[in-house]
């Protein structure tokens, strides 16, 4: 009998073509109309779901997984885990239902391949699996599928990738930690919604601390990544650790466990360096580093002395991620952020220990060292040579009286954050606040306004008058504009491990000029990435990515990052309200590095210049075509 080509259910078709649905070969395998769930994703639900029955208390949180198979959803480009979660309502109230979107792919995925195009120069760049959450119609489509499954008013609550290449999907251990992670963001994010619907601002007060808790700060130093709980490493050349100590029952006793020293959080960090056109420092205190410039209030004239004209740096203290040890609000966060300013200013350890020379660990990859060439080049100086680092006879005040030459006694505090990372969530009111226009800013309602609300309460009214002093305009956070960031990791065969890619820095590249002029040329195309307002995000990435695999072949992209800046008034009067609020801090110091494994025009506004003599915190010794796949977090 001979074989019908036609389609039984399309008789009105000619040909051997006919009405038969365009199809690809890669997008075969649902064509049989099974719905199957791969492997990978499999593990994933069989592990989760053993962590919920073995390890995890559920009592006042209903949790969902729906694991989402990209052969039975054509709009995803990869499989999706959703976890969901809902905390119970007190007297019958009804909560939200927060769903949080888990990427499952490998490191080495794909979504396309984007040429960039310089005119005489031309890069590649991929666009990789963490866009997924950029996209309005993903995220729709994640909380309708969780909506549809439980019946209830469902918020969307972040996203982020889980390699299963670099994580293995049947380890208890490490899914357990994910998945805390991914439940605190549903949970958090939920609650917040709920709140604001309300009209509600419910975050921490710190005029109710209890004054028998005492919070110190251990200061470390550091030469070596940390990773997150999807395996991901973040650069973490300081550490910023703050612990409680409730003195409320002191008995003297070593077995009085409330005198158990707990961590509250910890930050993670480095210092960048800006480099930016000579100008007045403004006013200094005499018990700086600067002090021997003698400034006072009759230089600030306007005119550049000998002196500042060869002031080429500003310091850029990076927060790579802010870890409260228990809640997750924004209120923790900012607290966290805080501890970070306070213990990075006191005493200029930013610069007298972090930058430091003679603190650092020997052949550090970020050594001030190669900063001589960079003097070199911007002074117009006759030498070309690094700082002497190595000399014994370079010692603190060698250091000291380069900092009074060369850097402005200011500072700019930024977070930087990996873009669908496991720890985005958190900082999503932060993120989007940078993204703001200043007339969106400075209105009731916008994120900026919410993080100054928020000020209010944490300090229970005292950052209002504050800011006010200041001069605060509204506008918290800023973030250059099309600026981002590559975020992923390489082998450094020097220390023969695996490190962050932020670890590219100014000073990085800078000791790898090894006295030749003509590698000057990567620091130029470095800065041009960084801060030239004629390119797009597309061509930032592009330049960088290029600079990067010169240097490091190995390097493995897995996203992308962006980092914001905050204003300076807005940090002053956090910090300032926190101390009327009657909170304080005490810092201390790790002197030795340990190992521990686990220019824009908006900068003017970040720089926080003679804060020092204000906190009063006690030490203790010891063209835009293509650019829009990366408009990050729409959907919030």
Not at 277 to 293: F, H, K, Q, R, V
Not at 309 to 328: E, G, K, L, M
Request: glycine share 8%; charged share 20%.
């Amino acid at each position: 009998m001979p074989i019908d080509f036609n389609d039984k259910q399309n008789q009105q078709q000619s040909g051997f073509l006919g009405n038969a649905k365009p199809f690809t070969f890669s997008g075969n395998r649902g064509i049989s109309g099974f719905n199957v769930i791969n492997g990978s994703l499999m593990s994933f639900e069989k592990t989760l779901k053993e962590v919920l029955d073995a390890r995890v208390s559920v009592n006042e949180v209903d949790i969902g997984i729906i694991p989402m198979d990209h052969n039975n959803h054509s709009q995803l480009p990869v499989d999706v885990m959703l976890i969901t979660a809902r905390r119970k309502g007190e007297h019958g109230d009804k909560n939200l239902r927060g769903v949080y979107a888990v990427a499952v792919c490998k490191s080495t995925d794909t979504l396309k391949e984007q040429v960039v195009d310089l005119g005489a120069r031309k890069f590649s760049i991929d666009i990789l699996p963490s866009q997924i959450f950029n996209s309005n119609e993903l995220v729709n489509l994640f909380v309708s599928v969780a909506k549809d499954k439980f019946k209830e008013d469902t918020v969307y609550c972040g996203g982020s990738t889980l390699f299963t290449d670099e994580i293995d999907l049947k380890d208890q251990g490490v899914v357990l930690n994910n998945l805390i992670e991914y439940l605190m963001a549903c949970v958090t994010q939920a609650e917040f919604e709920k709140n604001r619907r309300n009209r509600q601002l419910i975050d921490m007060n710190f005029a109710a601390h209890k004054s028998t808790e005492i919070l110190t700060c251990e200061r470390k130093l550091n030469n070596a990544p940390v990773f997150d709980h999807a395996g991901q490493p973040i650069r973490a050349d300081f550490i910023h650790t703050v612990t409680s100590r409730d003195e409320s029952q002191n008995t003297g006793s070593f077995l009085d466990g409330a005198n158990i020293a707990r961590e509250v959080t910890h930050l993670t960090g480095y210092i960048d360096l800006l480099p930016v056109s000579p100008n007045i420092a403004g006013l200094a205190n005499a018990m700086n580093p600067w002090g021997s410039t003698g400034y006072s209030a009759a230089q600030v004239t306007g005119q550049q002395t000998p002196v500042e004209a060869t002031r080429t740096y500003v310091t850029n203290v990076v927060f790579t991620s802010i870890n409260p040890s228990d809640s997750q609000t924004m209120g923790n966060i900012l607290f966290g952020l805080v501890s970070g300013v306070i213990a990075s200013w006191d005493n200029y350890w930013w610069v007298m220990t972090a930058l430091n020379p003679k603190q650092q660990a020997p052949n550090s990859l970020h050594s001030v060292a190669g900063l001589g060439y960079d003097i070199s080049r911007m002074l117009q100086l006759p030498n070309f040579e690094p700082f002497p680092v190595d000399d014994p006879k370079f010692d603190d005040s060698s250091w000291v009286i380069n900092l009074n030459k060369y850097f402005r006694p200011d500072v700019v505090f930024s977070l930087e954050v990996g873009l669908g990372t496991i720890g985005e969530w958190k900082y999503n009111a932060i993120l989007q606040a940078a993204t703001e226009t200043y007339d969106e800013a400075i209105k009731k309602g916008s994120q900026n306004s919410y993080l100054i609300d928020l000020a209010t309460l944490l300090t229970n009214g005292a950052f209002t008058e504050e800011y006010k002093k200041l001069g605060g305009d509204g506008r918290v956070v800023t973030t250059l504009r099309d600026r981002q960031v590559l975020m992923g990791s390489y082998y450094n065969n020097e220390l023969k491990a695996i490190r962050s890619l932020q670890d590219f820095d100014r000073r990085l590249l800078l000791n790898q000029v090894n006295g030749q002029v003509e590698n000057m040329s990567i620091i130029t195309d470095w800065t041009y990435a960084s801060v030239d307002p004629s390119l797009n995000t597309l061509q930032r990435l592009g330049i960088q990515q290029d600079i990067i695999k010169r240097q490091a072949p190995s390097a493995k992209v897995t996203g992308y990052g962006v980092r914001v800046d905050f204003d300076a008034r807005y940090i002053q009067a956090l910090v300032l309200g926190m101390r009327t609020a009657g909170l304080n801090l005490l810092n201390s110091n790790t002197m030795a590095p340990v190992n521990q494994a686990q220019y824009a025009v908006h900068i003017n506004n970040a720089m926080v210049s003679n804060i020092g003599a204000q906190l009063g915190y006690q030490n203790v010794a010891s063209n835009k075509s293509g650019a829009n796949i990366f408009n990050y977090g729409r959907h919030y």
